[in-house]
């Protein structure tokens, strides 16, 4: 029998906040943009960006570079501000080592997701990157989970869990597809219209390090 841990990308395993708002900084001053453009760009671009995203900002900022342009700064500038994780990797390799499978399954466009992977050296970490684009599914429906479940491979499982920062996406989504959840919270309160994770955790290591140390880590809602 395997176990199976499913993790969310962005804010999870890797600080998309942090590059993000470095990125937004650099280029609104090589543009002219104001720090209320800066702001503008920032929450666009908070929880998903895409190339058409671009467009519309194109517009709104008044920018005259093509969209497909600023999307290729976009994604050359966020994945240059993806900083390593080894210490991230140690832990996913500690996984593997007590018999856990591991995947990734992110929202969003298929090339930067890859990148920022790659820049935080964990592709070659995991058994299976499970992308929305790429599946036509996204969190949270059940079928995003499904996918990523399935391409991990080795099933039955003995447990399946997903670790992720987001309630609605990654927390909702894997109860509606039967998984367990542990809930990334960066010391936020968990929204009370929502169903509980089954164990909240400030940060990624803190997950990995619960799965690692319990035999049996669901618990009964």
Partial sequence: MQKLVLFDLDN???NRQWALTEWAADFCRLQGLSDEDEGHLVGALRERAYPATFERLRQELGLEAQATDLWDNYVTGITAGVPRRPDIVEALDQLHEARWRLGILT???ADIQRAKI???GITEAVDAIVISEEIGARKPEADAFHVAVARCGGTPWEEAWMVGD???NDIRGAQTAGLGT???SHHRPWPDHLTPPNHAVPDTLSAIALLLNTTQTRTAR
């Fill in 166 to 168: 987001n309630p609605e």
């Fill in 118 to 120: 790659a820049a935080a």
């Fill in 12 to 14: 999870t395993l890797i």
């Fill in 182 to 184: 542990i809930w990334v």
């Fill in 107 to 109: 929202n969003g466009a």
